[in-house]
């Protein structure tokens, strides 16, 4: 019976080994080409850099597009942003080819890339969206938060904070629809979230700040007046000017 | 004695003959004056005052000035087919295809100043004067001696410093002048005038400013003629005037007024950073000009009393609690505990340091270049802290001379803190105070 015992585990352990020992060329050749092509990535961005700095990229961006490329970009310069694109598509090829390399390498009837690269592919995605929402909801947050303050709006912090969450939800919703995690559990959670994030925003604003926000229409009415430009203070009595004060 | 009668009277018609051969000699001088884009043409009614009486006179006087000389009126028309160019009246018009309503119409626009060049160059003009909406108000005196500065003086820019109560141009006190002198050295008022008279160079050097701005944009965008003429060395005048009527712009609200000229405002003062960072720039040269106020023109005293100021300040203590996160981006530590006490302040005590607003100004200037923040969310946190400095204006300039007073205080600071701007411009991720 020990003997039995030894054989089977004996079996099992060279199954084992032989498994990795084919597996490992495969996870030699995926990391072999993210790491090249990772290589070449930091290259090419180098010579990206290079060439945007010296015919003055950034500053043709900004002075033909000032509200566009270079607010988004990351430090403002979109310079930067064409690099960072350029490294990280060449370490995304990376991945791709080294997944084929291990698809390859490994067993012809697993075929792992025909379900990793998509599920890649999703994943980029899924990422690129997150940045993007997550830089849309501060830009809103802040347009919102500024524009309320400028209007008088005592709740302007809410307002703000409330579209930052809109949006964010949005996204990861979105995110998560994407990479299709969840299914209907999303789906009707984000309905119901977003949904009472409205109606909490629109309750807070429509019953509890009615006369605030009545205020603030008649304020912004008289201030969109012509004279757009001009403050004007209703006279004390009806005899007395009205004082006006131009700004241009 | 006949003899020497007929001999005077020979001499005489001689002489005039020999001008009249002269004059036909020498080619005409010609200036054009072109209407705003929101004028309706010199014809149309301004409440019993007409474009056309305002432009005969103007005619009449500079032909009595110099016989050989033509007015040319450039007035905005829908459709120049249906126009034609007409002489009459001692002027002669010109139409121009109008660009449409723009949203600047108080003041001249990239488009204007390319319009202008083109005309100058299509006439062969030796002056231009751009007038601005309600152009009907202004006094004949004065466009004549505009014109007198650029022709006879060899002025290149003269524009009027009409008379402006206390409680007027309050964005002009608070920012545009003081800049403007500080920078560029130059003492003009009004450095966005709504009247210019310009030489022929000056337009030509305006015309090829706006060849920075694409064509789509320039019907909305400014441009500075007081910097342009200080950058290129040319000279300008002032023409001390009156009174005029101020047109109004309908369709913006203070945020996107000042959002619109600080903007502007800024991208200039880094394009033409290299000129304002030089240690000793070149003197400007200042041609002086004509005094042509009546005894009727006087200053109105200060209508603002100081319960004016306490929406002001409520509004910049509600905007502090809510923009002290975005001001920070922008503002050093210095100027942020200066924000905190005056948020801090009775109404009563409500005071803004010159010294404070000077720095808020070129901190802004600063992020506006290096896009610390998106453009217009920086312009629109800078209203609050305005409204702040004019609240303290309010409590501080109780007439006519207090504001005057403050107006030259503040351009003094702007002056004597340059050295700051220009460190941090250099140097902005070093020097942080």
Redesign the interface.
Known sequence: MFSQIRIALTGSLERVLTKLATFLPGVMALLLAVILLTLVGAGLAWIVKRLLTRIRFDERV???N??GV??WSPG?SPTLLATRIVFWACVTLGVAVGISAFDAAYDGKADISAFLLPYIAHSIGSIVLLLAGTVVAR?LA??V??????A?L?Y??GLSVGVKWLVLVFTGAMVLNNLRIGGMVVDLAFGILFGGIVLTMALAVGLGSRDIVARSLDR?VS??N??????T?AARNSEE?P?????? | MASVDMIAETTREAASDETARAEAKTPPLRVLVCLSASARGPDADHGGKSLAGLMEDVATRLRSDRPNSQLMVAFPAYDTSAVETQENRGYKTVPYVAAGETRTVWMHSAEDFRRASTLMKQNDCSCCVLLGAEAHSIVPDTISAMIHMVIESGCDLAVPRYLIDPDEGVFNSAMLYPLSRSLFGSEVRTPLALDIAMSARMVERMGTATARIPAGSQATSILWPVAEAAVAGYSMGEVIAGRREEPISPDLDLKAALALVAGSLFSDIETKAAYWQRNRPAPLQMCSGEDVRTSGDTLAEFSMDEHDADPLIDSFRLAYGNLHEIWSLVLPPNSLLGLKKLSLMPTESFRMSDALWVRIVYDFALAHRLRTLNRGHLLGALTPLYLAWVASYILQCRNAEDAKRCMDALAAAFEADKPYLVSRWRWPDRFNP
């Open positions: 900004g002075l033909e000032s509200a270079s607010d403002h830009f802040r347009s938060l500024i524009g309320a303050v400028n008088k005592q302007a912090r912004s201030d969109l012509p004279g757009s430009t001009e403050r203070v000017k004082r006006v004060l131009r700004h241009f």
